[in-house]
């Protein structure tokens, strides 16, 4: 008989083609992978394991009349930010943040906004910063020049376009200018503002110090006080600009973090700085229907040595958060059941599937722990003499993509390659700067769109993907494995908990995507080096690496029911 | 010893005035020679090694080493935005939105 054992992943779906006969090994013919269609369980999903099924049987010449599955639990992973910009108390002030790399001048100053076609007649008692649309920098120089001239007092110039240095260098060098200013129309006409720009190197000081901006604002005490979120969303950055807001003056409303519901009846929010509880005692999350057996949350981590990024990323109040849920139909089974032409078999749990794959790793025998890191999830399985325990934990692969996502500004597919693959700083187009600092030379040029930029490696083509974000390839790369040291190796420091320990000295095979990745590995063995466990990774049927461990074991287990 | 500069081959009063606009807005130096050479010869006589001319409809960015054709290049309309990728080039920061 040939079967088809599957295991339908959050992310990856794989199927193992064998031949059965009873008394006898299973032969084992082939194992075939490709992307999971759907969520994991539901009627969608379905297309995915038809099509991979199909495919191998081509490449067989001949179909499965079985297909084993196992008794599978959903995972929906997701990150929200709680924190946007335009969200945040400001206390009654507005900020800008330009962008560009080169404003004019050093030195902070406070004046009244107004638009540089206002500069005419007679000037107004006050200092005054102009806006400057998107008009030729020589009109716009000789416009200030003659304005200055009239006796308006012009502390700051705030540019549209790309021009700071070109109006600083005809103006004033020494002027703070801002450039590059997205929505110059959007800044109050007549409101008080106060603008900023760093030495090179340097950030900004003056407005990222609550007193300070409150009294370059005007701000009473009190108001002062309420500034401090808008100094805080101004550090580390190299230029900036403050408005007072005249109208509200308050609080805008923030984002409140969903609540979840512990066992116990109590309740905890899911923010930066909680924690999620121990495996299972999560029994609902606001917004949220399903029967949970799981849930686990992580905030982005943080830039060790580097304060001001730590602020940035702090401050965005984004949360990663994976629920398990019990399924409550049989919705892939029914699936495959009215499109396959054979039967469909609900063999065993996961886990037990999974213990049984990661035992066919050369050198193993019975592999007494499995620790199965997943797209979902990460399992544990504990098979000894005495005790046997299957821990589930939700969160794994695809929420490490989430929140390296947020990280670097990409989608979780492209995040799914950056977390993988080494990253380079395209420094010229000739030389390429590794995450460990050192160099290598390209003999070809690197492509424009690549060149001082932040750049994944190891596409299929050999080009660059290169990323908007301005981190340095060292530091993405202690992010990253920060990101992978708090889900992957944190929840299996849960699972350990929940099942009560585990013996020293004894073996733990590690098996899933995840387990391919090299610095997924290294984590999970740094994390658990007191336990002073064996780590080694699978080798399924001494030819699939750590993949495909539940759907060759699913294959075994139905084999011995023969 | 050449000073550093990227050099802009163009006799052109109105492309020079864009291009330097874009230089000197990057704080990099620029040298023009008002001569009829390709962008790879302006390139080759460039200390930084870039050079910038007009072929054609297109102003063009070539290195001197590396590759024959441009590097970069765009409508001569667009002299402004190639000169401060040019510039950027220089000054190793991202180049904007003519680095396509």
């Given at each position: ?58 490449r067989l010449g001949e179909a499965p009349t079985r297909i084993l599955l196992a008794d599978l639990h959903p995972v929906e992973t997701g990150l929200r930010e ?258 396959f032409a054979g039967e469909v078999v609900v063999v065993a749990a996961e886990t ?211 | ?100």
């Amino acid at each position: 008989m040939l079967v088809a054992g599957v295991d339908v992943g959050n992310a990856t779906t794989e199927v193992a083609l064998a031949r059965l006969v009873a008394g006898q090994p299973p032969e084992h013919l082939s194992v075939t992978r490709g992307p999971t269609t759907g969520a994991k369980g539901t009627a969608e999903s379905a297309q995915g394991v038809l099509d991979l099924v199909k495919r191998a049987s081509r490449r067989l010449g001949e179909a499965p009349t079985r297909i084993l599955l196992a008794d599978l639990h959903p995972v929906e992973t997701g990150l929200r930010e709680l924190a946007a910009d335009s969200e945040e108390d400001l206390g009654g002030v507005g900020i800008a943040r330009p962008v560009s790399a080169t404003p004019s001048g050093v030195g902070a100053a406070a004046g009244q906004l107004i638009d540089l076609a206002g500069l005419v007649g007679d000037p107004l008692p006050e200092p005054v910063i102009p806006i400057v649309g998107l008009i030729d920098f020589d009109a716009a120089a000789t416009a200030l020049n003659l304005a200055r001239t009239n006796g308006w007092q012009i502390v700051a110039i705030i540019v549209a376009g790309d021009d700071g240095v070109l109006i600083g260098n005809r103006v004033d060098a020494t002027l703070p200018i801002v450039d590059e200013v997205a929505d110059t129309d959007e800044l109050p006409r007549g409101a008080w503002a106060a603008v900023e720009v760093a030495p090179l190197g340097a950030t900004v000081v003056q407005l990222a110090d609550p007193l300070r901006l409150a009294v370059l604002l005007s701000l009473d005490p009190t108001r002062a006080r309420g500034a401090r979120n808008a100094a805080r969303a101004l550090l580390g950055h190299r230029a900036g600009i403050a408005v007072r807001r005249e109208a509200s003056g308050g609080a805008t409303e923030q984002e409140q973090p969903r609540l979840a519901t512990l066992a116990d009846g109590s309740t905890r929010a899911i923010d930066i700085s909680t924690r999620p509880p121990g495996v299972g005692d999560v029994v609902a999350i606001e917004d949220i229907d399903a029967d949970l057996i799981d849930a686990f949350w992580a905030p982005l981590p943080e830039a060790i040595d580097d304060a001001a990024l730590s602020l940035r990323l702090r401050q965005r109040r984004a949360v990663g958060l994976a629920v398990l849920a019990r399924r409550s139909d049989r919705a892939l089974e029914q699936a495959l059941a009215g499109s396959f032409a054979g039967e469909v078999v609900v063999v065993a749990a996961e886990t037990a599937a999974a213990v049984a794959g990661a035992s066919t790793t050369p050198g193993a025998g019975h592999a007494p722990i499995v620790i199965d890191m997943g797209g979902g999830t990460v399992d544990l399985h504990v098979q000894l003499e005495n005790r046997e325990v299957a821990i589930a934990t939700a969160g794994a692969g695809l929420l490490v993509d989430r929140i390296c996502g947020a990280i670097l500004g990409i989608d979780p597919l492209r995040a799914e390659q950056a977390k993988r693959h080494p990253s380079v700083h395209v420094e010229t187009p000739f030389i390429l700067r590794h995450e460990d600092g050192s160099r290598t030379f390209l003999t070809s040029p690197a492509a424009p769109q690549s060149v001082a930029h932040l750049c994944i490696t190891e596409r299929q083509d050999g080009s660059l993907d290169a990323l908007e974000s301005d981190l340095a390839p060292e530091v993405w790369a202690r992010l990253r494995r920060a990101a992978k040291r708090a889900i992957i190796a944190g929840n299996l420091r849960r699972a350990i908990t929940a099942a009560g320990g585990l013996p020293r000295g004894e073996l733990a095979v590690l098996v899933g995507g995840c387990a391919e990745d090299a610095e997924i590995v290294s984590e999970v063995s740094l994390a658990l080096a007191d336990l002073d466990l064996a780590i080694a990774r699978g080798d399924v049927l001494g030819q699939h690496g750590p993949r495909a461990a539940v759907a060759v074991g699913l294959v075994l287990l139905h084999a011995e029911t023969l | 010893m050449s000073a550093p500069a990227v050099v802009l081959a163009s006799a052109d009063a109105e492309l020079i005035r864009l291009v330097a606009a874009a230089f000197e807005e990057e704080a990099v130096p620029l040298q023009i020679l008002a001569e009829s050479i390709s962008a790879r010869a302006a390139a080759v006589r460039s200390p930084l090694g870039i050079g910038l001319a007009v072929d054609g409809a297109e102003i063009v960015v070539a290195l001197s080493t590396g590759t024959d054709g441009a590097y970069l290049k765009g409508p001569v309309g667009d002299a402004r935005l190639i000169g401060r990728a040019a510039a950027r080039l220089a000054a190793r920061r991202p180049l904007g939105e003519f680095a396509a």
